[in-house]
């Protein structure tokens, strides 16, 4: 029964909790609406080399991941579900790759559906599967090459081994052309040690050359292809976002080197408390093959990101794999022996954390209301629905351990299908800026001119109505680079020219402008601004629209 319905159960789990809940609510920025306008400007001008962002030179990451994301759009329509499918069905490879992985590893269609379960239902795998980022496919990418590194290792005949090398120089090439050189590092930190350690290390150096030959074979055109167009890419690229995020003294989002480890415990839930004996088993389990390469396949990144002075929670996603295979052969080995007192406490561990959520709900609602709307209270139901859920899987495996093992899944995917639906107004308008756009669009798509002071919702104006061609008003953050362009200085004007460039501005048509209002500073940006347009608000945003003028 495990065999025939499996896969089946788990693609229907994927289908209901994962890709149904993507167009429910807006793009969220700056991310989301970044990603999907830079895919988006790939498909109106058919320049797939390099990524530009609202018509500027964005350089942070290679193509193939916008790729990606442009695919998904191109074939969906340019909507929330095809900006966000790229990541799902990433997401949903990965799983399939725990599954396969487990079979390949231990023969046991137990520990294969217990490790693709346990993956999945990690809180943090399945929120990012419908988030659209390039997190997602990076980690499939960098997931494949751990899972074709075992497949050299433990492939018998000459072939099926070229065949596995074959398959991780490709996979290299993949992940290095969605975010970069780190997908070549990641698999020699995990193959270097392992190959010395079984004294195979000239099968290394032999075959290796097959899987450098063929990321160098499948990445070169594209490399070619993008310095000839941009031949500054490449020096911005590799000393901007590699250098000095890893080791620079002005690193991005820096951070103590223990970071991660807090981080990698809360990614485990809903089974933070398999943890323990998962690296416990891990442990003494080390001088085996399989657990010593799985054991190496997690620590190693894990210690190199640790290393890194920049670090972003998203980063060690590509742990989580060899973690939840670990954890699926130390809980099969569990569910086999008919122990169930760790399954007992990681319910209770999760039972305690959904009562603090529905107390807190409460609290707040009472004292300082989160849903404060009439219109919020379907969204106040699902949330009570959610912790409810959440509630009652894990009381389940808390009574019925062994049977209900998988119980806290059930939690974790109500989560994952429920809150996107369940957003407070306060977060929709405020960070997701789409839906007040659409609700405009017809307006803002008979303007001439665009304008906004905030780079999620420039991007989000930029992708609704698809020109790119905003305006920035004393925005700059992440455009800097792009900006310093001679042919891009005219696209940002500050405070002492906002006035000046709407005089010109609406002499030639009307013109649109998109606010986001926070704090003092953007509220003397709008004072600047012309008194005549229409104005629209909606939480911290600001839409206005100013009539054309007279020459």
Not at 418 to 427: D, E, F, I, Y
């Amino acid at each position: 029964m495990i065999r025939r319905w499996a896969l089946p159960l788990l693609l229907l789990v994927f289908g209901l909790c994962y890709l149904l809940p993507m167009a429910t609510h807006g793009l969220w920025i700056p991310d989301e609406s970044r990603y999907a306008q830079i895919s988006q400007e790939m498909l109106l001008t058919g320049k797939w080399a390099s990524p530009h962002f609202m018509g500027l030179r964005y350089f942070e990451k290679p193509a193939a991941g916008y790729w990606m994301i442009a695919l998904g759009q191109a074939v969906f329509g340019q909507n929330l579900f095809g900006v966000r499918v790229a990541s799902a069905l990433a997401t949903g490879l990965s799983i399939l790759l725990v599954y396969f992985m487990a079979r390949r590893l231990w023969n046991d269609p137990r520990k294969s559906l217990v490790s693709a379960v346990l993956y999945m239902s990690f809180v943090s795998v399945a929120m990012s599967g419908g988030y659209a980022n390039l997190d997602p496919q990076f980690s499939f990418w960098v997931n494949l090459s751990g899972v074709a590194l075992w497949l050299c290792i433990d492939s018998r005949s000459r072939r099926a081994r070229l065949g596995a090398w074959a398959l991780l120089g490709l996979a290299c090439a993949m992940g290095f052309m969605t975010k970069g050189f780190l997908a070549w590092l990641l698999p020699v930190l995990i193959a270097l040690p392992y190959m010395v350690w079984q004294k195979r290390f000239r099968e290394l150096l032999t075959y290796g050359v097959v899987a450098v030959v063929v990321a160098i074979v499948v990445s070169l055109p594209w490399a070619l292809m993008v310095h000839a167009q941009e031949p500054d890419y490449w020096n911005f690229f590799f000393w901007h976002e590699h250098i000095q995020r890893f080791a620079g003294e002005d690193a991005q989002h820096e951070e103590a080197w223990w970071y991660y480890l807090p981080l990698l415990a809360a990614f485990s839930l809903p089974w933070l408390a398999l943890l323990p004996s998962t690296l416990k088993q891990a442990w003494q389990e080390k001088r085996t093959h399989k657990t010593g390469f799985l054991l190496l396949w997690l620590l190693m990144p894990l210690a190199f990101f640790s290393l890194s002075k920049g670090k972003l929670p998203a980063y060690i996603l590509p742990c989580l794999l060899p973690l939840a295979l670990l954890m699926g052969h130390t809980l099969a080995d569990t569910l086999a022996q008919a122990r169930g007192r760790v399954l007992q406490v990681n319910g209770g561990l999760n039972l305690i954390l959904g009562a603090l959520g529905l107390l807190a709900i409460v609290y707040f609602q009472l004292k300082k209301p989160i849903f404060a709307h009439q219109q919020e209270l379907l969204s106040l139901v699902l949330v009570f629905i959610v912790l409810l859920g959440w509630i009652i899987a894990n009381l389940l495996q808390v009574a019925r351990p062994l049977r209900l093992w998988a119980a806290p899944a059930l939690g974790s995917w109500l989560l994952v299908a429920l809150v996107p639906a369940a957003l407070p107004l306060s977060v929709v308008y405020n960070k997701t800026p789409d839906r007040f756009i659409i609700d405009h669009a017809e307006e803002l798509a008979g303007t001439t001119r665009l304008l906004s002071n905030d780079l999620g919702a420039a991007s989000a104006l930029a992708w609704r109505l698809k020109r790119p061609d905003v305006t920035l008003y004393d925005a700059l953050g992440e455009v800097k680079y792009g900006l310093a362009y001679p042919d891009s200085v005219n696209r940002r004007v500050d405070t002492t020219q906002v006035q000046q460039w709407m005089n010109e501005a609406r002499k030639q048509g009307s013109v649109g402008v998109v606010m986001r209002v926070k704090g003092e500073s953007e509220v003397r940006e709008v004072e600047l601004l012309p008194k005549d347009g229409k104005r629209y608000e909606q939480g911290n945003m600001v839409i206005l629209v100013f009539p054309q003028v007279a020459p």
